[in-house]
């Protein structure tokens, strides 16, 4: 059941010319595009971009099935700490793919398996909360940190060890299991100090292109996601993403189409919405892979640039008694992309013949009502003038989200090297991390601190 791109709506046979895509412009931008994949396929074939074979991982997945399946029988909960790409996928997956509801349900309703909790923030209520309700002595911890000295994890990780070494003692390496970098980070040196089990992210996958390592498989498997299943979805993209035709490669047609949007049609906004609220960590999870990977100042050859259009989510039906009226009406500077899904797990009937006036509603389901309010967005936008497309998912499953997540991966990797920027690195967050290391008094980021303290004496010069 492969997923599919209907991007009718995009050209200017369905919007118009001054804001659709003329065939002449897929023409003229079809050879870069294609030699962007090109490019991107070599550089992997030299082993350049891990991310691309995450797929393909048999030995991996028994692996972490069998822990999995330990962490269940000894656990009530499973707690991730970690931020940014070490959380935002995890989050995807237990929205997409388990129960609505799965933490209010009872551990037989769960198949026995620990409740999730994804500990993204260091908000200090949000955290003083979680203890409140989680018990430390039932819960296994899992430390994500590519780098292995992100502050806001290692807080997190310190004040967890305090309370399970208080409370449980010797045994409490018990309670984590880590997954960082193979070689190098002071996670990886805690690990293996204090004993932690522990998984690899492997080498060259940055955090917003690792879902499909052990940082999003584990807990996805701890719940009982088929992860299997998950990467077979993820292959099956693979497979089309070879292609180098835009007719035949869907990651490559949207990359082509969001680059003629933002380059040529100034579109700088690319609103994300998806009409099944399974599908809003795996928005949340797009809005930090194309932000961080697209939002750069300079080029490869070193020319500022100061690129990257920026992603809204947005949930359907929901926003639209929200957001929807800018997109009808206010500046032509968004594309649209819908995430539709064709059948969702549940039919809910809406009752008939009980109130008058409300006849029309008797009969259908929440699914029609569901459609019918994407279709009649689609073509209010279109008839708007408003370039739309629409990513469609025959059903939400491990397999279509495997293909949603590595589509929009390549996507996004094609779209930096039409770009001429590096998708794969993030200075800008470098920036504020050193900033905060600083702050806090880290030692070797004395000239730095010395720096924002001198700013910070001059303080704030106009406040109301
Ligand atoms: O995508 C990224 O690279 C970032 O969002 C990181 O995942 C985030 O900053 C957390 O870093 P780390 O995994 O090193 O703790």
């Known amino acids: 059941m492969d997923i599919k791109i209907d991007f009718t709506n995009m050209m200017a046979d369905a919007i118009g010319d001054e804001h659709g895509i003329t065939d002449k412009e897929i023409k003229d931008v079809n050879d870069l595009a294609s030699k962007s994949l090109i490019e991107l396929q070599d550089e992997r074939r030299k ?56 933490n209010m349900l009872g551990h037989e309703a769960r198949n026995g398996r620990p409740k999730i909790f994804v ?10 909360g979680f203890l409140d309700v989680v018990d430390p002595k039932t819960t296994m911890f899992n430390v994500i940190t590519k780098s292995g000295t992100t502050v806001e994890t290692m807080s997190q990780f310190l004040i967890m060890s305090r309370i399970l070494k208080n409370r449980i003692r010797k045994d409490y390496y018990k309670h984590f299991i880590c997954t960082t970098d193979g070689k190098q980070g002071l996670m990886r040196e805690i690990t293996d100090r204090e004993g932690f089990k522990s998984f690899i992210i492997p080498d060259g996958v940055g955090g917003r292109y690792s879902v499909l390592t052990p ?30 035709d835009i007719n035949d490669n869907p990651a490559l047609m949207n990359a082509l189409l969001q680059y003629i949007s933002y380059k040529k049609r100034g579109k700088n906004v690319l609103i994300m919405m998806a009409y099944a609220n399974a599908l809003s960590g795996i928005v949340d999870w797009f809005c930090q892979l194309w932000s961080e990977s697209l939002g750069k100042k300079d080029s490869i050859s070193g020319e500022t640039v100061n690129c990257g259009s920026t992603p809204v989510k947005a949930i359907g039906v929901t926003d639209q008694h929200s957001q929807l009226q800018l997109y009808m009406e206010g500046p032509f500077d968004k594309v649209i992309t819908f995430l539709h899904v ?5 039919n809910i009937e809406i009752p008939k013949g009980t109130v008058d006036k409300l006849e029309y509603l008797g009969g259908h389901t929440l699914n029609d009502l569901m459609e019918a309010e994407m279709i009649g967005t689609q073509l209010a936008l279109t008839e708007n ?3 739309n497309c629409t990513i469609t998912l025959p059903e939400i499953s491990e397999s279509t989200i495997g293909q949603l997540i590595y589509m929009l991966e390549v996507q996004t990797a094609i779209v930096g090297k039409m770009y001429e920027i590096n998708p794969f690195d993030q200075p800008g967050v470098e920036a504020s991390k050193i900033n905060s290391h600083a702050l806090l008094g880290r030692e070797g980021y004395e000239e730095r601190r010395k720096e924002i303290e001198s700013y910070r004496k001059a303080g704030s010069k106009h406040v109301v």
Do not use: W
């Open 215 to 244: 940082v999003g498989l584990v807990s996805a498997s701890v719940s009982g996601i088929n992860i299997n299943e998950l990467l077979s979805g993820a292959s099956s993209m693979d497979e089309r993403c070879a292609f180098d």
């Open 385 to 387: 003038k408003r370039p």
């Open 342 to 346: 064709e059948r969702f797990n549940k």
């Open 47 to 102: 082993k350049g971009h891990p991310f691309m074979d995450l797929p393909y991982q048999d030995d991996l997945v028994d692996e972490i099935e069998k822990t999995a399946d330990e962490i269940s029988e000894g656990f009530e909960n499973f707690v991730v700490l970690g931020i940014g790409g070490s959380a935002l996928g995890n989050i995807s997956l237990h929205n997409a793919l388990n129960h609505p509801y799965y």
């Open 119 to 128: 500990m993204d923030n260091v908000d200090p209520d949000k955290f003083s």
